[in-house]
């Protein structure tokens, strides 16, 4: 039997606005997230952790971080989030005073122990504006934790994806300082994985000679205008969340990326008959 995967779930851009307030006027964040809970707490294999990877509220106020607290009581996994354009930090510090942040102040850089994997929450917000950089204080922490072990693999979470999607003004807004992190990812074998949010749809690529995906939202997502042929524009889409499975093995293991909806579909159906005959 293969061994029993790691299973790191990542939701991301929830946009939890004040209740019963609309995210521009027609998503009702708030019924998104509590859709999700649900798949979550429902899914089988239980999972491990679950990652929020960033836009965890909308404008953001005090009051959003309470609600979103609120909704995300029935969760019965244990999670961890860092911030995207749309948080702040001081609230969000003050909303999960008991996350094991690096520092007292500023990024809200973590390292959290599941099993034999690391998994590395980088902060790349940055106060005030909608673009993404890792302060000088997160790269020097994510070389030295990289160097702290030569055999236990690490995911690495972010909430501005290092790559350019093709999405106009979407890649106007990425992470700026992408070849800063390249760097220090091609220096340490045990960096297996890059998970980013930021866009509200799902994307894979290679960076850094590791895959680095960026995860959809539960939500909304953003138009894919790849020839910048409208304005910045959201539609509303099948919602869906991530899933990274780490399979132990040789070396590092293997990181496998799963996309899951959110909703209720029909199935499982058996392919095979009692007497074993494809359907």
Known sequence: MSPKPVLIAQISDLHIKPPGALAYGKV???KALERCVAALNAFEPALDFVVISGDLVDTP???EYDYLKRLLEPLKLPFAGIPGNHDSRELMRTAFPAAPYVRATGSLDQKIEVHGLDLLLLDSSVPGKPHGTLEASTL??????LAMSADRPALLFLHHPPFKGGIWHMDQQDLFNADQLAGIVRAHPRARSIACGHVHRAMLTIFAGISATICPAPNHAVDLDLAQLRVPSFKVEPPAFHIHGWFPGEGFGRVVTHQVPIGEFGGPH???GPDGKLL
């Open 28 to 30: 009702d964040t708030a």
């Open 61 to 63: 106020t005090a009051e």
């Open 270 to 272: 058996p392919f095979f």
């Open 140 to 145: 020097q922490w994510l070389d030295a934790t």
